[in-house]
Structures are given as C-alpha cells and as structure tokens.
C-alpha cells in the first residue's frame, strides 16, 4: 500500500538540504502550519538574512525577501510601516542577530516594531564554519574556541529572550525548544500566540528557539538532542518572559509601592 504524506499548504515540495538532525525544518513547518490554520499565508512576508536561514525561502511558499547579515529587523521595520496590514516575520540565527545585529533587533524592539522575529539559538555559527557566537556556551568547542569558550577572555553567552524582555516595546517574548515531541507540540501554541498578537497590533514579539547543530557540533542527530537537554536548557531556561499585561501589572505595582 502506497503511503501519502500531507504537506502543508505553506511548506514547498523542495527537498531539505539542512543537515541530518538540524531542527531548522521543523521551525519551518511550525511556522508554516500555524499561518496555514489561521488562513494567513496570502498576507505574510518572511524575512531571513544570511545563515542557514537565509535557505528558508526555498522551504516557505510565502513571500520572502532575503536580508544583509543581522539587518532584517530593519528590513522589516521598513515593510511593515509601507504595509501595515500583513503578516511579517524575520527568521533569524544567533551569529545574526544576537552578534552582527543585535543593533538591528534591540532598537526594533524598543520602538515596538508590530512584527514576530523568530531566533533560533543553536549556540554556534552554522553556515559560516562553526565559530564562536555570542550564544555559544562556556567551555564549548568551536572552530575559534579549540579549547572551548573561555569566560575571562569572551565573557558568558548572551541570554537574547531576557534581555529583549526588558525592553518596553516588546511585548511578548518566550523562549521554547524543539528537542522532543512534546516540546514540538508546545512550540507551535507559542507560535500561534505570537502571531495572534500580531494581529492585535500590541507590539514586538520574540520568540527565541534552542536547536541543534549536530554538524558543527561534531555529534550525531540523537546525540545533540540530548546535548541541547543537558547543556543549553540549564544556561537557557524555556518559557515565557513577557506576555501582554506584564507592564501594566508591573506598573501598578510600582505605583502601589508609592
């Protein structure tokens, strides 16, 4: 009996060339599912920038537009004031943007840029030959760290979700990961409530997602899964950092205090 797989209607029939193991694809079909159900795929644009997400728009049948390294928070901004109404998202990695543009999405973030950036954190430079990233933990071998980060001479990874939470403009940042079924199946409900504040217009949304590298890492697929379990969870907790009401709540506290 011939077997038929579903596709979903926002993923193209393109065959992957994402490593064995790498989790990008399934952002993608999340991503893609949740605009899909929510009958948005003929208003979105994606954006990605250069990385191994600059290869989504062979994967995402929305319009897509490709991005400088680190710019298309700006790219972004640019799109959505000339069209206000349509769904936007950047797709973006960690040497991107929490290395060249963390400019880019910290300013979009305090102007409270009516968009959904998409972070996905795998702790190293893909693409470019596995260097060093802001998010690359203590001790973690790269190709510019042989010895593993060292904490004296490049400092502690950078937490991205904390630290666009502090900002006023953001308005709803969680952090989720895609290591098992389970966390899967809780990422897509993060997706969709991203979106889904969005379309509210309440402000900038972040959504920060742990995957994995198993090429650079120098580990099989099943092995990094298990490596993302034990290393970055810890250092980088899941789950929600802003949510809409947290700053009239905070306010009030405050004001309480007085």
Known sequence: MKTVFEFTKGMTREESIYCPGCTHGIAHRLIM?????????????GISPVGCSILAHRYM?????????????AIATGIKRVHPDCTLFTYQGDG??????TGEIIHAAHRGEKFTT????????????????PTTLVGQKTTTTQEGRSEL????????????ATI????????????????????????????EIQQKKLGFGFIEILSTCPTNWGLSPI?????LRTH????????NFRKPGDREMACGQEMGAK
């Open 168 to 195: 006023e403009g953001a308005v709803f940042v969680e952090r989720v990961s895609l290591d098992s079924p389970s966390s899967i199946f809780k990422a897509k409900k993060v997706f969709r409530k991203a979106i």
């Open 96 to 101: 991107d943007l929490a290395s060249i543009g």
């Open 61 to 73: 049948s929305v319009d897509m537009c490709e991005a400088a390294h680190g710019r298309a928070p």
């Open 223 to 227: 092995d990094s899964m298990e490596w």
């Open 232 to 239: 970055m969870i810890p250092y980088f907790p899941l789950g």
């Open 33 to 45: 599912e949740v605009l899909d159900e929510m009958d948005l795929l003929g208003e979105t644009i």
């Open 118 to 133: 998409f972070f996905v954190n795998n702790a190293i430079y893909g693409m470019t030959g596995g260097q060093m990233a």
């Open 153 to 164: 001479l490049c400092g502690k990874p950078l937490r991205m979700a904390e630290m666009i």
